[in-house]
């Protein structure tokens, strides 16, 4: 009987770690909305608010190359100004200088319209930085054989220049620190909410955050009508919670039962800081990637190069020493 039970808990065990954990199973409302999943509160109804007015984050950022010339040394200059180009890439080329112009926007995740902070970047290489002999369709390559060219160089500078500039404009307007609560729980024990800001954007276990219902205005329907303004429903927050568990881009939040409005927390709530456990942490800005355009470079043969993923990851990658996070 020894030896059947033994084999019976091998399998038992076996197929528990070889079916039930695999991708997706046994997953907490937390990994869900790290993994920038909505996820419908226990109970639905009314609490499960129409889905277009809960973004994955509070703000976009958008980007776009708005000029590009790369000087050669026997072909002259190749690129594009304002969107016109006034010569496509030759297949083939010997460069010497470059210039990249580049802007850049944070826009209101529920009007994209609605700019927020916007910034230029600009940036410049001569031959002792940019001297490469290459066809424009080998930087196409791969990403990892991308960014070690002059090229990549280049682009990153501008980027850099522009989100140095978004940052110090954003800070300027004084905009606070944000982020948009993603689900939430009502229950006998208290109530918990989970927030799609996580270690990614520095915060920490024992962070306090304070958290505002926002209430949306449409023309018409909700979702199918012109998207009017958003506001807060109250002066002062309704709840205050702390940070109890934690995620690259999330957090789970208990809220403190002394606060009288922590059982109203509706999702789409907005949360701000309260209290940091360290004076003077900085928090990085989640934003999500709206647009990048600019990218698609035209040789004169006929193709396209599109250079948009590399400026994605480019910009993913020098995000927070600029005070951002791009969530995915």
């Known amino acids: 009987m020894g ?6 808990m091998t399998v038992v065990i076996v197929l528990f770690f070889g079916l039930g954990c695999s991708e997706g199973a046994f997953q907490t409302p937390l990994d869900l909305v790290d993994q920038g999943k909505l996820v419908e509160p226990p109970g639905g109804g009314d609490d499960f608010h129409t889905l277009c007015e809960v973004p994955p984050t509070l703000y976009q950022l958008e980007a776009e190359v708005v000029s590009l010339e790369i000087v050669s040394k026997n072909s002259g200059s190749f690129g594009f100004e304002m969107f016109k180009w006034f010569k ?3 297949t083939k080329f010997n460069a010497v200088r470059g210039r990249l112009d580049v802007n850049m926007s944070i826009v209101d995740s529920m009007a994209p319209d609605t700019v927020i902070s916007y910034g230029q970047g600009v940036s410049q290489l001569d031959k002792r930085e940019f001297s490469f002999e290459l066809g424009i369709k080998e930087f196409g390559w ?32 004084s905009e606070e620190w944000s982020s948009v609560v993603r689900y939430v729980s009502h229950k006998g024990s208290g109530s918990e909410v989970i927030v799609a800001a996580g270690a990614s954007s520095n915060l920490k276990l024992g962070d306090r955050l304070a ?19 958003a506001r807060r429903t109250t002066k002062t927050p309704l709840a205050v919670g702390e940070v109890v568990q934690l995620k690259n881009n999330a957090v789970l939040v208990h809220l403190d039962p002394r606060s009288e409005g922590a059982g109203f927390i509706k999702l789409g709530a907005e949360a701000v800081v309260d209290a940091l456990t360290e004076e003077g942490r900085k928090l990085f800005l989640p934003l999500e990637i709206h647009a990048v355009k600019g990218g698609e470079w ?3 043969d006929g193709e396209t190069v599109d250079f948009t993923p590399y400026f994605s990851k480019q910009i993913s990658a020098e995000a927070a020493q600029f005070g951002f996070v791009i969530q995915r």
Do not use: M
């Open 3 to 8: 030896r059947t039970f033994f084999k019976v």
């Open 88 to 90: 496509f890439f030759k």
């Open 142 to 173: 791969s990403y990892s054989h991308f960014s070690k060219t002059p090229l990549a160089q280049l682009t990153k500078l501008g980027l850099r220049d522009a989100l140095s500039n978004l940052h110090r404009r954003f800070v300027k307007s």
């Open 211 to 229: 958290f505002y219902n926002i209430e949306h205005h449409w023309a018409g329907k909700p979702c199918e009508s012109k998207y009017q303004f």
């Open 298 to 300: 035209r040789v004169d």
